[in-house]
């Protein structure tokens, strides 16, 4: 009866948890996007302010790049430094699993009154989309059971942890396992850019832990900001 009720309080909760987050979501993109449009705007007034002055026979100046602003790359395309990067700009993030109906807000940090709250980030693993294996902590019978039904996931499917700030990192399962609690070097580096979830096994008992292991398939912004397109790709970019 208890857990069934501290799941009961704890979804309730999360519903609105995550509805304040997809306002919050929506409300920077859209600020993202006036900012865009402003530059763009601005470009192109500097263009008609070029293109008169050289009808004056002033010098022909060129554009520089001719790219589209505001349009987010794949991450194999641009630039991401994790030395210049914190905890404060993924979480907190969402995690979406299609497969097993999965859609949580992750915190930084795995203390007890934020596992409450539903999955945390182990700090001393890194950050998500950078090398090595960021981990996820979570419940599986009380406080919504965030991560009841990792076990019934297999290789390839899909993982979702998307960022207040639009940016989407797809990973894909890649093996599962069950381990004695003290083995600890499942959370030891790794070559590749893994995510791993893990919870008590098996359900309402802590003897062991079950241990999720995905690679990273992706890491794309949700949303080309000037045309609000969502863009998808999927090629293995964890090694």
Do not use: M
Not at 124 to 134: K, Q, S, V
Not at 153 to 173: P, R, S
């Amino acid at each position: 009866l208890y857990p069934s009720y501290t799941n009961i309080i704890a979804k309730r909760k999360e519903a609105n948890i995550l509805s304040t987050w997809e306002a919050q979501k929506e409300a920077f993109l859209e600020e993202e996007k006036r900012s865009a449009e402003l530059v763009e705007n601005s470009k192109i007034t500097s263009k008609d302010i070029l293109e008169e002055d050289n009808k004056k026979g002033n010098e022909i100046i060129e554009e520089s790049d001719g790219s589209s602003i505001g349009t987010y790359n794949n991450i194999d395309e641009e630039i991401v430094d994790y030395k210049d990067l914190t905890a404060e700009d993924f979480f907190p993030l969402k995690i979406r699993i299609p497969k097993i109906d999965l859609e949580w807000i992750v915190n930084e940090g795995t203390d007890r009154q934020t596992l409450k709250e539903g999955p945390g980030h182990i700090i001393e693993t890194p950050l998500p989309g950078d090398l090595g294996r960021c981990t996820f902590s979570g419940h599986r019978t009380t406080y919504g059971a965030p991560f009841n039904k990792i076990d019934e996931l297999v290789k390839g499917d899909l993982i979702y942890l998307e960022t207040i700030k639009g940016k989407v990192l797809t990973y894909a399962v890649t093996e599962l396992e069950v381990v004695d609690p003290r083995d600890v070097y499942i959370l030891e580096g790794s070559d590749k850019k893994e995510l791993v979830l893990t919870s008590c096994y098996p359900e309402y008992s802590a003897a062991e832990r079950i241990i999720l292991i995905a690679e990273l398939v992706n890491a794309i912004k949700t949303y080309d900001i000037l045309t609000n397109k969502i863009l998808y790709a999927h090629s293995y970019l964890g090694r």
